[in-house]
Every structure is written in structure tokens, then in C-alpha cells.
């Protein structure tokens, strides 16, 4: 490699490295809770592929694309100990590049959030400033195990639903539909909890109280695993109690294919967190669809 090749490749991050940063992993959440929302809305989907398009690559590639980038900036520090090949601390991503990359994508969230009217720009602030609320200090929610994976959870999947919904229908969504999009956004917090497993020794020693570390991995995930199933007992109770009893015990299979994977979890939570992440959260997330389509037949109030 000659010396001009060295100096670029230490001053510029490549293209590879960046779309590391922002973790496309982390993108199918919020983009399947939009969907949700705009199942959920009633409206005719295929009228408005527009606005689905653009609401889900706002949730998914932007806004919360930004918050990883924000999210290891401010953790660069905690990754090095966890996570050293992580595109900052390895020094793929140099400088304060990964600052900038935040920030720009911060700038790019609004405008693209003021495309889908006010609805949507109003939950694009509510997101962006969640983000970096539970990263940057001084505020770095993140810092506490009920409160950072809380907000999280409602930012990954009650916003982006509820925000589906209001911008497909152009009006406030209905009281079912934001009951249902809350659940399943506090449910989520014990989806983040199970996440936080694999920071557990660099938390530890950065002053990151989340759950694992302040409860132990077994009790935490005692904790993760109640706090799932008992949003989803409530949805499934209340789509009942709407007229939806198909839709209800649909819910409750998946409930009950939970617990026999919890069952698997609990026996070794820290080795067993990534496969439950593969199966439980896949029933989860599945339970979110079913709700919503039958969230479009229910009466509003």
C-alpha cells in the first residue's frame, strides 16, 4: 500500500464501515412496527405504497440507522472493551467521523420526516431527540437498566406503529390501536434487556447499570421474561374483548410458544440470550401483525 493509500484509508471511513456503524440489523424492528401501524390504520395500503415506502425507510435506515451511529460515538469508549472491532474503536470509522455521520443523519431524519406531513415530522423529533437522549451525556439513559431499555422499546416499536398509523390516516390514531402500539413497546423492553447481555463486562466496568449487570444474568432474564409476556396477555385480552377471538388465540399460540422458549433461556441466559433473540422475539414480533390486521376491523372509540 503507498503512503497517499495509508493516509486515506486512516483519514476516510469506507463505505463498508459506515453501513456497519448504522447496523441494518437493528433496522427491522421499527420498520415492522410502521407496517403494523399502517395495517392497523384501515386505510387501503395500496393507495398509499408512497408513504409506506418512505415511513419505513425514515423508521429503519434513518432513524434508527442514526442512533446506532450516535449510539457507538457515545460508546466508543465501552465498545473497546466489548466490542474493539467495532468500526470507531478499530478505527475504521477515524476521528470524529462517527460523530458527523450521527449528526448528518439526525438533519437527513427531520427532512425526511417532513415529507410525510405533520404527523410524521412531529414523531421524527420525538425520535431523534429520544436518540440521542439515551446515548449522549449528560442525559445517557442508557446508564440505567429500566429507563434506557423503556425507552428504547417504545421508540422501536409503540413511535414507529403509532406513527404508521397517524400518516397513513392522516389523523390520530384510535384507542385500540395506540393501546396495542404501548403494550408491545413495553413488552419490548425485555427484548432490549436480553440485548444487553452480550455488553455485560463492558457495562460492568463503564458505569452502565442495565439490567444484567445490576440483577445478574439469571434474574434479569427472569425480569426480560415477565415483562414480555404480560403486555402481550393484556393485547390478547383486549382483542377478545374487542370481538376478535380468532386474532386473540392466535396471539395466545404464540404466547405460549414464548414461554417453551423462555423455558430454554432461563437454563443458561447469557449463552442462551442470542437464540431466543432468533426464536421468541420472531413469535413476538409475529403477534404484532396479527394484532394489527385485527386492529383494522375494530370499532374506534
Given amino acids: 500500500m503507498t503512503v497517499s493509500a495509508s493516509l486515506h484509508t486512516n483519514r476516510y471511513p469506507a463505505p463498508s464501515a459506515m453501513l456497519e456503524l448504522i447496523k441494518p440489523v437493528t433496522w427491522f424492528p421499527p420498520m415492522w412496527a410502521y407496517a403494523c401501524g399502517a395495517v392497523a390504520s384501515g386505510v387501503a395500503i395500496n393507495e398509499h405504497l408512497g408513504l409506506l415506502i418512505v415511513g419505513m425507510i425514515l423508521a429503519g435506515p434513518v432513524v434508527c440507522g442514526?442512533?446506532?451511529?450516535?449510539?457507538?460515538?457515545?460508546?466508543?469508549?465501552?465498545?473497546?472493551?466489548?466490542?474493539?472491532?467495532?468500526?470507531?474503536p478499530s478505527g475504521r470509522i477515524p476521528g470524529k467521523w462517527g460523530l458527523w455521520i450521527a449528526l448528518a443523519m439526525s438533519v437527513l431524519s427531520l427532512g425526511l420526516g417532513a415529507l410525510l406531513g405533520l404527523w410524521g415530522f412531529i414523531a421524527t423529533v420525538i425520535g431523534v431527540i429520544a436518540a440521542w437522549a439515551y446515548s449522549v451525556e449528560p442525559i445517557r439513559l442508557k446508564r440505567s437498566g429500566w429507563l434506557g431499555p423503556g425507552l428504547v422499546g417504545l421508540s422501536y416499536e409503540s413511535l414507529p406503529w403509532f406513527t404508521?398509523?397517524?400518516?397513513?390516516?392522516q389523523t390520530m390514531p384510535s384507542g385500540p390501536i395506540v393501546l396495542v402500539a404501548v403494550l408491545y413497546g413495553i413488552g419490548?423492553?425485555?427484548?432490549?434487556?436480553?440485548?444487553?447481555?452480550?455488553?455485560?463486562?463492558?457495562?460492568?466496568?463503564?458505569?452502565?447499570?442495565?439490567?444484567?449487570?445490576?440483577?445478574?444474568?439469571?434474574?434479569a432474564a427472569r425480569v426480560a421474561c415477565i415483562v414480555m409476556i404480560v403486555p402481550q396477555i393484556f393485547v390478547l385480552l383486549a382483542l377478545a374483548h374487542w370481538g376478535q377471538p380468532t386474532h386473540a388465540a392466535l396471539i395466545l399460540a404464540l404466547v405460549l410458544g414464548q414461554i417453551w422458549?423462555?423455558?430454554?433461556?432461563?437454563r443458561d441466559p447469557?449463552?442462551?440470550a442470542p437464540w431466543y433473540n432468533a426464536t421468541g422475539v420472531l413469535m413476538y414480533v409475529s403477534g404484532m401483525m396479527v394484532s394489527a390486521f385485527a386492529l383494522r376491523s375494530i370499532e374506534v372509540f
Fill in 261 to 266: 422458549a423462555m423455558s430454554v433461556l432461563l
Fill in 188 to 219: 419490548a423492553h425485555g427484548i432490549m434487556t436480553l440485548n444487553d447481555f452480550k455488553a455485560l463486562e463492558g457495562d460492568a466496568q463503564m458505569g452502565v447499570n442495565s439490567l444484567p449487570v445490576t440483577l445478574g444474568p439469571e434474574r
Fill in 66 to 88: 442514526m442512533s446506532q451511529a450516535a449510539n457507538d460515538w457515545c460508546d466508543r469508549h465501552v465498545d473497546a472493551i466489548n466490542e474493539p472491532n467495532r468500526p470507531i
Fill in 164 to 169: 404508521g398509523a397517524a400518516v397513513l390516516s
Fill in 270 to 272: 447469557k449463552a442462551k
